[in-house]
């Protein structure tokens, strides 16, 4: 067992991330964020909404966002069969109509939210408009994010060398919300080789690495990028 909250905060802050930064990135309120970090998740509209919201703010931490999920299920969900968290539902029982009206507006604020958890689930290509690293070291692009460059072959290899000095590196499976294959600081003069159908790659500092993908060196236009056939939807 772990602390959600501290696990949470403690990621956010030791990336140097803000609240008001992780609401842009993830798309869930800020105080449903602050909800989070402090355990407070009565104030979650209810299990299912409290488990999306937990997932997609793990996650766009770098961390295992079942395992949050998880963890939060043996906390709160396996100890009552009510709909609610437990001070939700005790708060429900005592008749405070202001706290139901609450409850209310924070279902009909939530169901945007609820939506575009829906559009991830469903669609992994989908990529929130937000870096996981801070402005510095931007690129000198205006406008373009993330490129998607696919290859013809049904497989891609893609290696990466820090040839210029130490960044930390991220790669995924397919996109920013695939399987993790690796996350670290990527020493100088060290390098990872990645084979599969596609492959997303994060860099904090791109000008301190080369990328060869099936061989040839590629540009980084960007933090992030794909390439390989980009993953179906579904």
Do not use: C
Request: aromatic share 8%; charged share 25%; proline share 3%.
């Amino acid at each position: 067992m772990f602390e959600i909250g501290s696990t949470l905060r403690e990621a956010r802050t030791r990336q140097g991330l803000v609240i008001d930064e992780m609401e842009s990135r993830t798309k869930v309120r800020a105080r449903y964020l602050r909800f989070m970090e402090e355990d407070r998740f009565e104030q979650l509209p209810g299990h299912t909404y409290a488990k999306g919201f937990l997932k997609v703010y793990a996650e766009a931490l770098g961390l295992d966002g079942q395992l949050f999920v998880d963890e939060y299920n043996s906390r709160y969900v396996d100890l009552s069969d009510q709909a609610q968290p437990r001070h939700a539902a005790a708060t429900a029982q005592s008749g405070a109509p202001g706290r139901t009206r609450r409850q209310r507006s924070a279902e009909r604020e939530s169901r945007t939210v609820a939506a575009v958890l829906l559009v991830v689930v469903i669609a992994t290509t989908l990529v929130i408009g937000a870096w996981r690293f801070g402005a510095e070291d931007a690129p000198s692009v205006v406008g373009l994010d993330t490129v998607t460059v696919t290859e013809t072959a049904a497989v891609v290899s893609v290696v990466v060398e820090a040839s210029k000095g130490s960044t930390f590196v991220e790669v995924r499976l397919g996109s920013r919300f695939g399987k993790p294959l690796y996350s670290g600081t990527l020493a100088r003069g060290a390098k990872q080789r990645f084979t599969a159908a596609s492959i997303y790659l994060a860099v904090e500092r791109p000008r301190l690495v080369t990328v060869r993908v099936d061989g040839r060196v590629t540009a980084l236009v960007g933090r992030e990028m794909t390439f390989g056939a980009e993953p179906q939807s579904g």
